[in-house]
Nanobody
Framework: QVQVMETGGGLVQAGESLRLSCVVP????????LAWYRQAPGKQRELVAR???????RYVDSVKGRFTITRDNAKNTVYLQMNSLKPEDTAVYYC????????????????WGQGTQVTVSS
């Protein structure tokens, strides 16, 4: 009964920016970490960014310096600001609620959005 709703995907040219949003209604949002994952065709799903309840963030190396994850607990919304987009960023992006970290490894949470398509043309 926990709903996760992403918006903000689209088609852009290389070098441009997008901001993804993910809304999770209810009290669970503020009590859990949020993460963005992505999956490109023929590729494994990978973690893009994570933000904990303590607001500590983690990023995959390929997006460091370009992407920023933030959360607004008052709005039950997590954002992924994506700047300087590259064609290799093309993927379906998923919002995930409830992940945890074990020995430095980020484990997915139980709640997923439907995904939003990001396409970056060269």
């Amino acid at each position: 009964q926990v709903q996760v709703m992403e918006t903000g995907g689209g088609l852009v040219q290389a070098g441009e920016s997008l901001r993804l949003s993910c809304v999770v209604p209810g009290n669970l949002f503020s009590l859990r970490a949020l993460a963005w994952y992505r999956q490109a065709p023929g590729k494994q799903r990978e973690l893009v960014a994570r933000i904990g309840t303590d607001h500590i963030t983690r990023y995959v190396d390929s997006v460091k310096g370009r992407f920023t994850i933030t959360r607004d607990n008052a709005k039950n919304t997590v954002y992924l600001q994506m700047n300087s987009l590259k064609p290799e960023d093309t993927a379906v992006y998923y919002c995930n609620l409830g992940s945890r970290i074990n020995y430095g490894r980020i484990i997915t949470g139980d709640y997923w959005g439907q995904g939003t398509q990001v396409t970056v043309s060269s």
